[in-house]
């Protein structure tokens, strides 16, 4: 029960139906307020405590100063979390070795509950082994469910064991997408209240429910797990960044476009740790699907949250969705009763502003390996020809990049691109030529765009205008459809265009995030042969939302992140040096040359599709039944009681180690002397770069460790697939092949020095982190800016500390990463303003010391702390232990030791 200091709570009748509500309009200061931080006000006067969350609480969100650094720590309690497989396996593994923790300590195992609605869905498990066939579909899900029984095993366990836990079975669509058209409230109805629906997800692409003014972000999986138990969010109020949209998107350019732009914006601007919304007449223009693909990217610019107001457009895609109407007629009175309705006029006070006229966005794309390196799609083929010296030998040209040799000795470039011509053949003894720039995989992924009817049609009537012109894909290119809810392939078959997609190549493979995420599947072998054995730079073009290097395909170097219509465009051309604005695609059957501009849809097209192809109907067909799953899923068999039955021959699910020995009282933090270096690492390290989610490598710690544990190769399966087993992951952490660990130059991939041995030859990092810890010494990270970008993947922090890291310094961090290190009791530190490692002069085969740690004993936290290293290097680390919240976690050794203490002791 709320405290209610404020007199705020209030009745709001809506049909035959009262609810319990806590007015905004009770807390002065809170009309100015923007959207988002009236969200988290409600959620404060609905828990206040007195204790945790109290009246100053409160008073501090209604007095907000726009102008101010965060500084205001308060407590944010989701309504309910969300999470996919991936990273939801972990979690539950974590959930049921708690609940054996609970039972050692003495405590009763029923308290490890959700306590807050919990839902899973599982689509990132999907991979696109089979392609370009109408049998593709059925075939990724049986090589699915083969790799991953043990998995789904445990997850249905998971659903019977724990109260408030729902699993969306395989073969449904994607989290985020899934969220937005079912399970996505807007307003939540829970115990006779009613109140605005918020969530913490296990994957940072959370934020695309922000399209339906729902307030949301990634987090990792450990704090998703203490929210699970009722542990509350800590936060600082943040700034709020207002990005005011007018005017309305030209003919000829998609969401997509508008996406990259705005990433670049964001990035550039900077709003790491800021809440974005958007405000302003352009917004009541923007299509809820285009609101949501805005809000998906968000962790790609760098904001915790992108979220849109309430309005008519919400109203209306709750209605298309299959919402009942008890439910949307809440969300209208609530909104407008709670002032949490847009007035496409108003000017909230906001800490700062950016504006996009939303006529100036032209035809862009991504890459090679950063969501905001946005490039013209007119500027693409030049890019592509500069960029591509970045991943090949540039024998042969000249600085200017003229060719600097006779024609006649074989150029390794051609109008002054690096050049490599390499003759294929194919399985039918048919031969082709593929060169650097060839795209060898074209794939229609991720929920950032399949969820958008609008850019899903568009790809389809390119496809249909192609073949009617007598096109197709090159043969080369893997070409791939994996929508994120089965309602794109009804629309598609209602509107005709699902056999035209077929033509080219992009055939159903899965209902998943498949590409995007790691899971493309192999290259056909005659292709992913010429690639490696001539060094090809060779490269994708997808609809994801991610390019980083490595990700995509580990024979894949250059990344593009492109609209689906053009992912069917570039398909089509068969390589990045060909310039789609300009040059044909190909020759229809007159032999005459057809161009981007003989097959691109109208607007009207589109909207002429999508007005008479999708329904209501649709959407409650794909969901009526969405927990139940297919007759495969029901007749998994599973373990029962609450606690579960560890198979010690699994090598998807083990029981972790972080609770073994622990006690009731944490020991006091001590110190760290004697540090040495297990990676120095430059700028935009990301989180697939710490815990890669793709491919295992058979001569690696962790293909060697699936081998001696009689897994064949082909059942490897991916690093993501096994993240409820830490043995591999382990092995996996800074295992990405395009990791470049500066301390062991010249080498790619997960190398480090071992300095326990003598001249500190290069090793794995696994094997050289064994010998650490064998020797008892602990181990640092050092890293550039923007340290633990992209995914929300708890694993890069859990394979840190397991492998023996007790310190961080990087010169700025990601915010979901810097809190999961908190959260697995490393101390995440940076290097003074303006100086980084080499300013330093630091090479990484220094010992370590840090003194000043101590302080946190005392109940505070130190500003910063004291590096010395055995060389005499000295400075001052700033500590970034930001809340109180935080430090009561480092000072548990972790938020679940944390959170185990507290359930035992209530």
């Known amino acids: 029960m709320s405290a209610n200091s404020f007199d705020a709570r209030s009745t709001l009748r809506v049909g035959d139906e009262s609810y319990e509500i806590f007015k905004l309009d009770k807390v002065e200061g809170s009309a100015r307020l923007p959207y988002s931080l009236k969200v988290l006000l409600e959620n404060l006067l609905r828990t206040e405590d007195g204790a945790n969350i109290t009246a100053d609480h409160i008073r501090a969100i209604g007095g907000w100063d726009s102008q101010a650094q965060p500084s205001q720590e308060i407590q944010f309690t989701p309504a309910r979390v969300i999470m996919q497989d991936f990273t939801g396996v972990p979690c539950v593994v974590d959930l049921a070795t708690m609940r054996e923790a609970v039972k050692e300590l003495g405590g009763d195992p029923a308290k490890i509950n959700p306590l807050a609605p919990a839902e899973l869905v599982i689509d990132h498990s999907v991979i696109a082994d089979k392609f370009g066939t109408k049998e593709a579909f059925g075939q990724n899900v049986e090589l699915e469910y083969g790799r991953n029984k043990e998995r789904y095993q445990f997850l249905r366990w998971g659903q019977t064991a724990f109260d408030e836990f729902k699993v969306v079975p395989p073969g449904t669509g994607i989290v985020h997408q899934v969220n937005i058209e079912h399970l996505a409230r807007t307003v939540m109805v829970r115990n006779g209240q009613a109140y605005p629906d918020t969530l913490v ?147 909230p006070d906001f800490s700062e502003k950016l504006e996009l006229d ?134 598609f078959d209602k509107a005709g265009l699902t ?44 609809s994801g939302n991610r390019n980083f290097e490595g990700r995509i395909n580990p024979d894949v170097k250059m990344n593009y992140l492109a609209s689906p219509p053009l ?65 495969q899923w029901q007749a998994l068999p599973i373990p029962t009681g609450n606690t579960f039955e560890w ?151 859990k394979g840190t500390a397991l492998l023996g890291v007790k310190a961080v310094i990087a010169e700025s961090y990601e915010r979901i990463h810097r809190s999961n290190l908190i959260g697995m009791g490393v101390l995440p530190l940076q290097f003074p303003e303006g100086q980084n490692a080499e300013t330093l002069g630091l090479t990484g085969e220094e010992a370590f010391s840090f003194t000043g740690v101590t302080e946190l004993n005392n109940g505070t936290t130190p500003r910063t702390v004291k590096v010395t290293t055995d060389t005499g290097v000295e400075f001052d680390a700033v500590v970034r232990i930001d809340t109180p919240g935080e430090a009561d976690y480092y000072r548990n050794g972790g938020i679940l030791q944390y959170v185990l203490r507290s359930l035992i002791r209530s």
């Open 358 to 491: 939303l006529a100036t966005v032209v035809p862009s794309i991504a890459g090679p390996k950063r969501p905001q390196d946005r490039i013209v799609l007119a500027n693409a083929a030049q890019q592509f020809a500069s960029d591509v010296r970045n991943y090949v030998s540039d024998t042969g040209v000249d600085e200017a990049g003229k060719e600097s040799f006779p024609a006649s000795d074989a150029p390794a470039v051609s109008n002054g691109v690096p050049s490599n011509p390499t003759t294929v053949t194919a399985p039918d003894g048919s031969t082709y030529e593929i060169d650097h720039g060839a795209v060898t995989v074209a794939a229609i992924t991720s929920c950032t765009n399949t969820s958008n009817p609008y850019v899903m049609v568009a790809a389809a009537l390119v496809a249909k205008k192609a073949v009617e012109k007598g096109l197709t894909r090159k043969p080369w290119v893997k070409t791939t459809l994996a929508p994120g809810s089965k309602v794109v392939t009804d629309y």
């Open 201 to 347: 997800g296990t994957d940072s692409h959370t934020t695309m429910v922000n399209g339906l003014g729902v307030l949301g972000w990634g987090v990792g999986g450990i704090e998703a797990e203490a929210a699970m138990l009722g542990q509350p969010v800590s936060m600082l109020i943040p700034r709020v960044v207002g990005f005011k949209l007018t005017g309305e998107l030209p003919a000829g350019t998609t969401a997509t476009d508008l996406v990259l732009t705005i990433t670049e914006m964001l990035r550039k601007h900077g709003v790491v740790g800021k809440f974005v919304e958007f405000y302003g007449q352009g917004v009541a223009a923007t299509s809820l699907a285009n609101r949501a693909t805005i809000g998906n990217m968000s962790p790609e610019f760098g904001s915790t949250a992108a979220i849109f107001p309430i309005d008519d457009e919400t109203l209306k895609y709750l209605r298309l969705t299959g919402r009942d109407e008890q439910q949307v007629a809440l969300v209208e009175a609530y909104a407008k009763e709670q002032g949490l309705w847009l007035d496409p006029a108003a000017e």
């Open 647 to 797: 198979d010690a021959e699994s090598t998807y699910v083990r029981k972790p180690p972080y609770f073994e020995g622990m006690a009731m009282d944490p020991a006091p933090v001590e110190d760290i002397t004697g540090a040495r270096v297990l990676a120095k690492l430059g700028d935009s390290v990301t989180t697939d770069h710490i815990s890669p989610a793709g491919a295992i490598k058979a001569d690696t710690p962790a293909g060697k460790y699936l081998t001696e544990h009689g897994i064949e190769r082909r059942d490897f399966n991916s690093y993501g697939s096994r993240r409820g087993n830490h043995e591999v992951m382990i092995r996996g952490t800074f295992a990405n092949i395009r990791l470049r660990n500066q301390i062991a130059p010249g080498t790619e991939g997960g190398y480090t020095r071992d300095f326990t041995q003598d001249g500190g030859p290069v090793s794995f990092i696994y094997d050289a982190s064994q010998n650490y810890q064998a020797a008892g010494t602990p181990l640092a990270i050092l890293a550039g800016k923007e340290y633990g970008s992209g995914s929300s993947r708890d694993w890069a922090a």
């Open 499 to 542: 056999p035209y997609l077929d033509k080219v190549g992009f055939n159903l493979v899965g209902y998943g995030c498949t590409t995007c995420i790691g899971n493309s599947g192999p290259l056909p072998e005659e292709v992913s042969k010429a690639v490696n054995d001539n060094d090809l730079a060779v490269t994708s073009v997808l």
């Open 567 to 631: 992912v069917v465009a570039y398909a089509i051309a068969g390589s990045m040096k060909v310039d789609i604005t300009k040059d044909a695609l190909g020759t229809d059957q007159d032999g005459k040359p057809v161009y981007l501009a003989d097959i691109w849809p109208t607007e009207a097209e589109v909207n002429d599709v999508v007005a008479n192809a999708i329904g209501e109907d649709m959407f409650n067909k794909s969901y009526q039944d969405v927990f139940a799953g297919d007759a």
